[in-house]
Structures are given as structure tokens and as C-alpha cells.
Nanobody, 115 residues
Framework: QVQLVESGGGLVQTGGSLRLSCAAS????????MGWYRQTPGNQRDLVAF???????NLPDSVKGRFTISRDSAKNTVYLRMNDLKAEDTAVYYC?????????WGQGTQVTVSS
């Protein structure tokens, strides 16, 4: 089992920045990659950023150039730096980990961008 704990969400004005953190614990060996998804009410959970165990990243065009995903392998922690935030970035952000064919999720952290 892998436990994921997110932190860093909150309220920010349009154009502002936030950094989310996700710390993994438990059976962390064998984690193939970690990432972030976001979800708004009534919608599916969408990929925001992903980083695999060799450091390859994947971000959709909607956030590319504004969001950066990074990791500290020694701390089993993944970070999501979000710059130039827009109202449409408002969502619950979930940390995700892939390990041996299974997916694990954090509890989610709310990000609200106000104009």
C-alpha cells in the first residue's frame, strides 16, 4: 500500500502562484511514477502533470508553460508548481501514484483561483 498526503492548496488571485506537495509513504519502492490530476464538480478527473521514475514529464497543453512538476526522490515527494493561475484552474487537485499495476490517490486539495 502507498499513502499519499497532499498539501499546499488554497485561495489565490488570478495570475498568482501556488506549489502543491505530495508525500508518499508506505510501500514506496517500486513506484513507477507520480502525478497530479484535477477535478471539478460533475466532471471527470483530468491529468495535470505526471513524472515517471526516470524523470520524464507529461503535461497537457492547457498547463504547459505555466505548471511544472518535479520530485525529490530522497523524500518520496512530488511537487507541482503552478504559475499564472487562471480561474479555470480552480479544482480539487489529487496526487496519484502508479505502483506495480495499481493506482493510489491522495485525499485531494482544493485550489481556488479568484479574479
Amino acid at each position: 500500500q502507498v499513502q499519499l498526503v497532499e498539501s499546499g492548496g488554497g485561495l489565490v488571485q488570478t495570475g498568482g502562484s501556488l506549489r502543491l506537495s505530495c508525500a508518499a509513504s508506505g510501500s514506496v519502492s517500486g513506484i513507477n511514477g507520480m502525478g497530479w490530476y484535477r477535478q471539478t464538480p460533475g466532471n471527470q478527473r483530468d491529468l495535470v502533470a505526471f513524472i515517471d521514475r526516470i524523470g520524464t514529464t507529461n503535461l497537457p497543453d492547457s498547463v504547459k508553460g505555466r505548471f511544472t512538476i518535479s520530485r525529490d526522490s530522497a523524500k518520496n515527494t512530488v511537487y507541482l508548481r503552478m504559475n499564472d493561475l487562471k480561474a479555470e484552474d480552480t479544482a480539487v487537485y489529487y496526487c496519484n501514484a502508479h505502483r506495480r499495476g495499481l493506482e493510489y490517490w491522495g485525499q485531494g486539495t482544493q485550489v481556488t483561483v479568484s479574479s
